[in-house]
């Protein structure tokens, strides 16, 4: 048997199933949906001005990012709804989250005004429900591409209006990823 007929050696098998693993972990990771948990709120100011009630809010979120890679997002603006009317909104500040990891926000400066014969009713019964959205854009690099997306998310919120405890929360996010 000539040398010419025998061409596969241990350094071509070793390169080419590290060639495959690698091929398909990025063809496998499917990106996954972050999480996002409203840990705490805290009253900063309040002022009862009949019939309008004003209050500044700072809400602490959880966010968990489940992805192998990190992200880095751009500024936004949460939005907060009582009884189906803009309540409010929070800024959330441009910024950028590890690979596999969590992070709490802490959204300052939410300025509600809504009117107060709802919110004595809401507090007589200790339970008050918001809802609020948001898109949040960035980008996640994976070797030398930028992966752009928005995620979209939507929280349905029950807080006690006395104690500002969340009772009960059901988070829902979309994630759009943007191939270009």
């Not at 602490?60 to 992200?71: F, S």
């Not at 919110?119 to 019964?125: G, I, M, N, P």
């Not at 809802?131 to 994976?142: E, L, N, R, Y």
Request: with cysteine; hydrophobic share 45%.
């Amino acid at each position: 048997m000539s040398r010419r007929e025998s061409k596969w050696s241990w350094t071509h098998a070793l390169v080419g199933a590290a060639s495959a693993t690698a091929a398909f972990g990025l063809l496998s990771a499917k990106p996954k949906d972050p999480t996002f948990d409203l840990i705490s709120i805290d009253l900063t100011s309040f002022k009862l001005n009949l019939p309008l009630l004003d209050a500044d809010l700072i809400l602490t979120v959880h966010v968990t990012n489940p992805n192998v890679v990190p992200i880095h997002y751009s500024s936004s603006t949460m939005s907060i709804f009582y009884k189906g009317s803009l309540l409010g909104s929070a800024d959330v500040k441009a910024g950028s989250q590890s690979a596999n990891s969590c992070k709490l926000l802490r959204l300052d400066g939410l300025q509600l005004a809504h009117h107060a014969a709802s919110f004595v009713a809401d507090v007589a019964k200790r339970e008050m429900v918001l809802d609020a959205a948001v898109d949040i854009a960035g980008a996640a690099k994976v070797l030398w591409w930028d992966h752009k997306f928005v995620v979209h998310v939507d929280s349905h919120v029950t807080v006690d209006p006395l104690f500002l405890d969340v009772v009960e929360q059901e988070n829902k996010s979309e994630l759009d990823l943007f191939v270009c």
